[in-house]
């Protein structure tokens, strides 16, 4: 069978339907990863073919373009490229993130079966509708009318256990489980030597992601946390100085870039901007959170995180050195964040994994 895998050029979508491609391959499948160029080079390193196609993540708007606006450039670029060599390729099964727009398109204009791969929570019916008109406008200009219908029904696989999924009408009624995963290191990829060197018994992972990287959150949030009796390794995201951040003591390390499924297993607090990767690669390990949402699906994922009892949250405008310091104090040292995040944790060991999803959608 041929599968072919779509999704926007950021690392937190493209590591999120990695798994998925890679069981594929494992399954003994063709595959082919499209997304931007600028991604391209990190789906081959962990062995997945790769389509360079559609506009980088900075052609598109970068961080302050993530909107509806951003997905509706990316996905009328990408369709240009996408389209004519998916209908050469003739795949069997499109398997899109529910952001990736020109996905859809190749589904309906080869004939291939189209699955929505979730990337966090479901989004509200809202902004479906709102990117609903961008589906049908490019299914016209290709010659697949109202995709957008056929979209909806189709099967979603959903990423967020029982106690994250959000109230209120559900866009994609076919929902079936898929066990998130942290990422996947590449092959020969470790942790720097320095991690195990950091003198202290008890680590904080302090990031904002690869999109939503705000100098000044990071800044004041590493302030407080590097008071505290604990380590701390900070992500300041691919291509950012860590230098920024200005001199550390010993027990701060900080780099561009670690993968989350090497580093978290260590770690006993996360302090993040509340992406959807990093909240479930969080969970995934049982580990509470403290939220600093600051842009796209970031808000949904920090109320949902809070009330499952997991996590603490501080608005855009609540971030101080202080209320960091007090709120990852709590975190630490209070048992009913962590048993809360052992609860998450049991939700998601229990639904199924990338090969036998991949299996029932195959069969």
């Known amino acids: 069978m041929r599968v072919l895998v779509t999704a926007n050029p950021m690392h937190g979508h493209v590591n999120t339907v990695l798994p998925l491609a890679l069981a594929a391959r494992r399954a003994g499948h063709e595959v082919v990863l499209a997304t931007g160029p600028d991604l391209a080079g990190h789906a081959e390193r ?7 196609v559609g506009p980088t993540h900075a052609e598109s708007g970068g961080q302050a373009g993530l909107s509806v606006d951003y ?3 990316a996905a009328e670029k990408r369709a240009v490229e996408l389209v004519p060599r998916a209908q050469g390729w003739r795949p069997d099964l499109v398997v899109h993130e529910d952001t990736e727009l020109a996905g859809p398109i190749a589904a309906a204009t080869t004939g291939a079966r189209s699955v929505v791969h979730g990337l966090g929570l479901m989004y509200p019916v809202r902004i479906f ?31 967020a256990p029982p106690a994250l999924r959000l109230p209120g009408e559900r866009i994609w009624r076919r929902a079936r489980p898929l066990r998130p995963r942290p990422g996947s290191p590449a092959a020969g990829e470790e942790l720097p030597a320095a991690v195990a060197a950091l003198p202290h018994r008890r680590t904080v992972h302090l990031t904002l992601g690869t999109v939503f990287h705000d100098s000044d959150v990071l800044a004041t ?3 407080g946390l590097r008071t505290l009796p604990v380590d701390v390794v900070v992500t300041v995201g691919p291509g950012v100085d860590g230098a920024r951040l200005g001199p550390q003591p010993p027990h701060v390390l900080v780099a561009p870039y670690l993968p989350h499924a090497l580093l978290l297993p260590r770690c006993d607090l996360v302090v993040s901007q509340g992406g959807a990767g990093i909240m479930f690669g969080a969970l995934a390990h049982g580990l509470p959170q403290l939220v600093l949402p600051q842009g796209g699906d970031q808000f949904l994922n920090a109320e949902a995180c809070r009330d499952s009892g997991a996590a603490l949250t501080l608005a855009p ?11 990852a104090s709590r975190l630490l040292t209070e048992p009913g964040f962590a048993a809360a995040a052992g609860a998450v944790r049991a939700e998601i060991a ?14």
């Open 71 to 73: 997905f509706t450039y």
């Open 317 to 327: 405008g609540e971030v101080t050195a202080a209320a960091v310091v007090e709120a």
């Open 129 to 159: 509708d709102a990117l609903a008109a961008t589906v049908d406008r490019l299914g016209d200009r290709w010659g697949a009318p109202a995709v957008s219908a056929a979209l909806r029904g189709s099967v979603y696989l959903e990423l």
């Open 221 to 223: 949030a590493l302030e």
């Open 350 to 363: 229990a639904m199924p994994d990338a090969d036998a999803v991949l299996r029932d959608l195959t069969r």
């Open 46 to 52: 962990h062995g997945v073919p790769t389509w360079p």
